[in-house]
Each structure stands twice: as structure tokens, then as C-alpha cells.
């Protein structure tokens, strides 16, 4: 099943934010979903500190009337520095960014 997309509707355009940790990212999704209007609550958590989006996350939205799959990632670090740490929990992170990565129409 790894080959498989996951079981969400099919969007119009599927598009992922990467980038290395603690660099804006979710802040980049939360401001694209709400489309600069700060009534709407944010959809991703965001903080000072790194690590605090682990897992891939993905919000719908509409954007001139396609259906769009907005994905946060986790922030990818480079590969040396992801073994030399040798952290489990950024190995995973990684290789659960990198899958959703497959499926995505932009990066």
C-alpha cells in the first residue's frame, strides 16, 4: 500500500511546503488557507522552538475554484547531520515528508 495515494478525494492540485526546520513553513500555510484574513483561526500549530510539526499535514481549501491539498511538512534536515544525530523520531519525519512528496503536483 505505500504505492497507493492516500484516501482523500482527489484534489485539483496537490502542493507541498518544504524547507529545513524552523524556517516558516507552517506560518506559510496558515497565512495561504486563510488568504491573509487573520479572523480565520490557523490551522497548523506554529511556535519559536523546532519540531513541532512531526507529522505531514494536509488542509483543503479552494483557490479560484479548484480544490487545492495545501501539506505542511516537517522540517528536513541534510542527510549527514539527520544520521550523525541518529534521532529516530527526525529519521521518520523525513521519510513521512519524503512519501507525501511523491503524490504532490508542486513542491
Keep these: ?3 497507493e495515494e492516500d484516501d482523500r478525494p482527489h484534489a485539483d492540485c496537490r502542493v507541498i511546503v518544504l524547507g529545513r526546520p524552523n524556517v ?7 497565512v495561504l488557507y ?3 484574513d487573520k479572523s480565520k483561526a ?6 519559536p522552538e523546532p519540531g513541532i510539526t512531526r507529522d ?3 488542509v483543503s ?8 491539498d ?7 534536515r541534510r542527510k549527514l547531520k539527520q544520521f ?5 523520531i527526525d529519521i521518520a519525519t523525513s521519510q513521512a515528508t519524503l512519501k507525501k512528496v511523491r503524490f504532490a503536483d508542486v513542491v
Design 1 to 3: 500500500k505505500e504505492e
Design 24 to 30: 516558516g513553513k507552517s506560518t506559510l500555510v496558515n
Design 34 to 36: 486563510s488568504g491573509g
Design 42 to 47: 490557523d490551522r497548523v500549530l506554529v511556535g
Design 56 to 58: 505531514p499535514v494536509t
Design 61 to 68: 481549501m479552494e483557490f479560484k475554484g479548484k480544490a487545492l
Design 70 to 76: 495545501l501539506t505542511d511538512s516537517a522540517g528536513l
Design 84 to 88: 550523525k544525530s541518529a534521532d529516530p
